[in-house]
């Protein structure tokens, strides 16, 4: 037993709403990049896990929090792209930073928790409902 579609939906009326999603996906941007910011200062990566302590060289001790100035965190942007949007660093500097902590120290901060994953397919699932009424 299965379900069997007859003949294709017509997207013709909804399609111009779902494709005017810059600015609620804008903000979903926003949210996630706070997110980042906060769940990394609180010491957890992207699967809620503490970070590795920092090395002896670094000379800095105490929770990690990949929080010195903040200019790296806080240094994320959004930009929009076709089909979505992109968080990246703008900043040469920050950007090698952030490289340095994801790969060389496997810090793996900047990305999406499942929780974060979450409020995403909720927040679009509204909007795609709001927006197709």
Do not use: C
């Not at 942007?77 to 900043?91: A, Q, S, T, W």
């Not at 793996?108 to 197709?132: A, C």
């Amino acid at each position: 037993m299965g379900i069997r579609v007859s003949s294709k939906p017509n997207w013709g009326k909804y399609r111009k709403r779902i494709k005017n999603t810059d600015s609620a996906l804008y903000s979903l941007a926003e949210g996630v990049i706070v997110g980042i910011i906060k769940r990394t200062q609180s010491g957890k990566d992207r699967n809620k896990k503490g970070f590795d302590t920092y090395s002896k060289n670094y000379k800095k001790t105490g929770k990690v929090d990949l929080t010195d100035t903040g200019a790296m965190l806080h240094g994320i942007e959004r930009k929009k792209i076709k089909d979505g949007v992109k968080l990246y660093f703008p900043n040469r500097t920050e950007a090698r930073k952030a490289y340095g902590n994801q790969v060389k120290y496997g810090r793996k901060f900047f990305g999406l928790d499942k929780d974060q994953k979450k409020l995403i397919k909720r927040r679009l699932g509204k909007y795609i409902v709001k927006t197709t009424r």
